[in-house]
C-alpha cells in the first residue's frame, strides 16, 4: 500500500463529501491525538509512601502526552491530572483522587475510543447531509453486510456488543422474514407449511431483560468500585446453562 497515494485519495474523498479543509486538519488532529494517546503509559510512583497513584512511565510517554495535547489542543498538564486522577463531588466540596496504573490506563483508552466515536459519528453526519439524505423520505435503499457470529480466545466487551447487535439484526430478520409473514398466513387462513427457524429471543432476553440481563448485571456492578466478574457472573449463571450461544457471547 502507497500511503501517500492512500492520503491523497482520502483527502481527495473528502473534499468530494463537503468537508472543507479546516475540517480535514481537525479530523487529522483528532486521528493524530488518538495514535499518541496510544504511546501513553503509566508507573506506580517510586514513593509509596506519599500516594498510592502513578505517573508517566518516561521521557516517550511524557513526549506522546505533548504530541497528544499539541494537536488536540489542550493543555498538557490538564490533559496529564485527567488521565492520572479522578475528581469526585461530594456535599463538602471536590475530592481529586490519584489513579493506579490500571485505573490510568483504562482512563487513556477511555478517552481515545470515546474521541474515535465522536469522530466517527461526525463524519457519517456529513457524509449522510452531502448526499442528500432526507429524514423524512419514506423511501430507501439499504445496503445490509452479512452479519456473522465471532469467538475469540478473549472477548471484548466491543466484541460482546458487536455479537449482540448481531443477535438483534437476526431477531429483526426473523420478525420480518418468519413470524410476521407466517401470522399474516394464519390470519388469513391460508394453506401453508410451518416453517422451522432457530428463533434467538433467549439469547437476547438473558442479555438485555430487566432487572437480571448481563447489560442490567454490568450496570449495576458499575456504580461500586474494584467489582469483579466473579461478584457479577454467579447471578446469571442458572441462566446461562440454558443456552449455549452465551458461551460464545461472553
Same mark, same amino acid.
Given at each position: /500500500?502507497?500511503?501517500?497515494?492512500?492520503?491523497?485519495? @482520502?483527502?481527495?474523498? /473528502?473534499?468530494?463529501?463537503?468537508?472543507?479543509?479546516?475540517?480535514?486538519?481537525?479530523?487529522?488532529?483528532?486521528?493524530?491525538?488518538?495514535?499518541?494517546?496510544?504511546?501513553?503509559?503509566?508507573?506506580?510512583?517510586?514513593?509509596?509512601?506519599?500516594?498510592?497513584?502513578?505517573?508517566?512511565?518516561?521521557?516517550?510517554?511524557?513526549?506522546?502526552?505533548?504530541?497528544?495535547?499539541?494537536?488536540?489542543?489542550?493543555?498538557?498538564?490538564?490533559?496529564?491530572?485527567?488521565? @492520572?486522577?479522578?475528581?469526585?463531588?461530594?456535599?463538602?466540596?471536590? &475530592?481529586?483522587?490519584?489513579?493506579?496504573?490500571?485505573?490510568?490506563?483504562?482512563?487513556?483508552?477511555?478517552?481515545?475510543?470515546?474521541?474515535?466515536?465522536?469522530?466517527?459519528?461526525?463524519?457519517?453526519?456529513? &457524509?449522510?447531509?452531502?448526499?442528500?439524505?432526507?429524514?423524512?423520505?419514506?423511501?430507501? &435503499?439499504?445496503?445490509?453486510?452479512?452479519?456473522?457470529?465471532?469467538?475469540?480466545?478473549?472477548?471484548?466487551?466491543? +466484541?460482546?456488543?458487536?455479537?449482540?447487535?448481531?443477535?438483534?439484526?437476526? +431477531?429483526?430478520?426473523?420478525?420480518?422474514?418468519?413470524?410476521?409473514?407466517?401470522?399474516?398466513?394464519?390470519?388469513?387462513?391460508?394453506?401453508?407449511?410451518?416453517?422451522?427457524?432457530?428463533?434467538?429471543?433467549?439469547?437476547?432476553?438473558?442479555?438485555?431483560?430487566?432487572?437480571?440481563?448481563?447489560?442490567?448485571?454490568?450496570?449495576?456492578?458499575? /456504580?461500586?468500585?474494584?467489582?469483579?466478574?466473579?461478584?457479577?457472573?454467579?447471578?446469571?449463571?442458572?441462566?446461562?446453562?440454558? @443456552?449455549?450461544?452465551?458461551?460464545?457471547?461472553?
Amino acid at each position: /500500500m502507497d500511503n501517500k497515494e492512500e492520503y491523497v485519495a @482520502t483527502r481527495r474523498a /473528502m473534499e468530494i463529501v463537503g468537508i472543507g479543509e479546516s475540517d480535514q486538519r481537525a479530523v487529522f488532529r483528532v486521528v493524530a491525538g488518538i495514535l499518541h494517546l496510544g504511546n501513553v503509559t503509566f508507573v506506580n510512583k517510586d514513593d509509596e509512601a506519599c500516594d498510592d497513584g502513578c505517573v508517566l512511565s518516561g521521557e516517550a510517554s511524557r513526549n506522546a502526552l505533548k504530541d497528544a495535547a499539541h494537536v488536540l489542543k489542550v493543555d498538557c498538564d490538564t490533559l496529564e491530572k485527567a488521565l @492520572t486522577t479522578r475528581t469526585i463531588e461530594t456535599v463538602e466540596g471536590s &475530592i481529586t483522587k490519584p489513579l493506579d496504573v490500571k485505573a490510568a490506563t483504562n482512563s487513556r483508552d477511555s478517552l481515545a475510543k470515546t474521541l474515535y466515536t465522536r469522530l466517527f459519528d461526525w463524519l457519517v453526519l456529513k &457524509i449522510n447531509n452531502s448526499i442528500g439524505q432526507d429524514s423524512n423520505s419514506k423511501h430507501f &435503499i439499504g445496503v445490509l453486510d452479512i452479519y456473522g457470529f465471532e469467538s475469540f480466545k478473549s472477548n471484548s466487551f466491543e +466484541q460482546f456488543c458487536i455479537n449482540l447487535a448481531n443477535e438483534k439484526l437476526q +431477531q429483526h430478520f426473523n420478525q420480518h422474514v418468519f413470524k410476521t409473514e407466517q401470522e399474516e398466513y394464519e390470519r388469513e387462513e391460508i394453506d401453508w407449511s410451518y416453517i422451522e427457524f432457530v428463533d434467538n429471543q433467549d439469547v437476547l432476553d438473558l442479555i438485555e431483560k430487566k432487572p437480571a440481563g448481563i447489560i442490567s448485571l454490568l450496570d449495576e456492578a458499575c /456504580m461500586f468500585p474494584s467489582t469483579t466478574h466473579a461478584q457479577v457472573w454467579p447471578r446469571g449463571l442458572s441462566q446461562i446453562r440454558h @443456552t449455549g450461544r452465551l458461551r460464545v457471547l461472553v
